[in-house]
Structure formats: C-alpha cells, structure tokens
C-alpha cells in the first residue's frame, strides 16, 4: 500500500470510528441498541479505492444515487460481501440496469417506477427490496423550501402496496430526506408516524432510511434502521472528481 493509501485508510478510520461513536451516543440517548442502525456510506464523487478501504475497515453497506457511477464502482469493486443501495431519485428507464447491482432501492416514489422495478426484478436470483421515500415538505416552516423527493404522506399507502403485492420485490418500509426550512426532529416524528402505518398492515416493513450527516442523531431519535452518511465518513465532496 503506497503511503498515500496509508494516509487515506487512517483518515477513514478515524472518521468511521467518530460517527460509530456518535451513533453509539445517539441510541444511548434514547434507549436503543446500535446494533438496530445501519450505517450505509454514500461514496458519490469518491473513487473506488475508497470503497476498498472503508470494506477493509468492515463497512458492509454502500449507497449511490447515480446510476453510471453506481454501476462503473460495483464493477470496480466486484467485492460479493457488500449490500448496494440506490438512494437518488431514479427514472423508470433506467430500472433494469439498477436492477442488476443495486439489493435496495431506497427512492420509490410512484406506482409507475413500482411497475418497472417488478418487470426488472424478474431475471433476478434474490428479490429487490423497495422503500418507499417519503415527502416531507408538508413539515416545513413557512418561507421554506419544502420537499426533497418522494410521494406524499397521505399517498403513501397505495406505493406500499403496489410493492407488496409486486413478484420480485419486498417491502423494506420508508425512507426521507429532512425537508429544508424544518427543523429535523419535527420532520423525522412525521417519517415515524408514517413509517408505523406501513407497518401495521406490512409487519416485515420494518426500514427507516433517515438521517445523514447533519441530521444523524434526530434521526436516530426517531426510529432510522439506516442512516446514510457520505461527509462525515468520507470528507467534502469534489464534483469534478
């Protein structure tokens, strides 16, 4: 390993062993276990030797919301013990190839993208795990920007069962982004009251995706099974990377 490599690995580790930590703050908190999260790095714009390193630091779960750079890391990565997740907003044109590498896809949001997911699973060994992302816009102050992405509350039972009943896909639960001009927390409660109602009629649906760098403990505080971080694991971004 050059010493560049070096260099990196241990800037990951530190930073991996400071957010295990603050998950690990964050349940005590509330009295959950941490073994109930998930942490899913988001490696958008980093390259693969990061992957590798973070896999080597015993990091399972990776997430992307791009798919050509999504598909180009799995490739370059070609490791069989990690879980991809899909967490952008995808097309209903490009499901099939998502299909092919990603095990969730955290972003459903229609029926219509339900119906391509189902035909893009059906060549496939395990079945596709599907969250619902939810809009939480309806949390935001006043002068706020509102939503970031997914259906809406009141919409979301009709995603949830288009996915049930759907061969080749399993009903995982929810996932949101915190809405700009709301505070975190408020928008989180929203997630979990939602989050409940798919459970009480889908018991399995138990995956709350919530919570990145800068809203982590909220949303912690308010049931997240997976939290998806990219800055506090992997520094600040360089999109020209």
Known sequence: MSPASDERRAQLAANLAAVRAQIERACERVGRSPEEVTLIAVTKTFPA????????????D?????????QEKVAAVADPRLTWHFVGQLQANKARAVAEYASVVHSVDRVRLVSALRRAAAGREHPLRCLVQVDLGDVAEPGGSGGRGGVSPDQVAEV???????????????????????PPGQAFA??????????????????????????????????????????????????DR
């Open 160 to 182: 949830a069962d288009a996915v049930a009943t759907a061969p080749g896909l399993i009903l995982g639960g929810v996932m949101a982004v915190a809405p700009l001009g709301a």
């Open 190 to 239: 929203r997630l979990a009251r939602t989050a409940a109602e798919v459970r009480e009629k889908y018991p399995k649906a138990t995956w709350v995706s919530a919570g990145m760098s800068a809203d982590l403990e909220d949303a912690i505080a308010h049931g997240a099974t997976h939290v998806r971080l990219g800055r506090r694991l992997l520094g600040e971004r360089g999109y």
């Open 62 to 70: 990776f997430g992307e919301n791009r798919h050509q750079e999504a």
């Open 49 to 60: 030797d990061d992957v590798r390193l973070l896999a080597e630091l015993g990091v399972r």
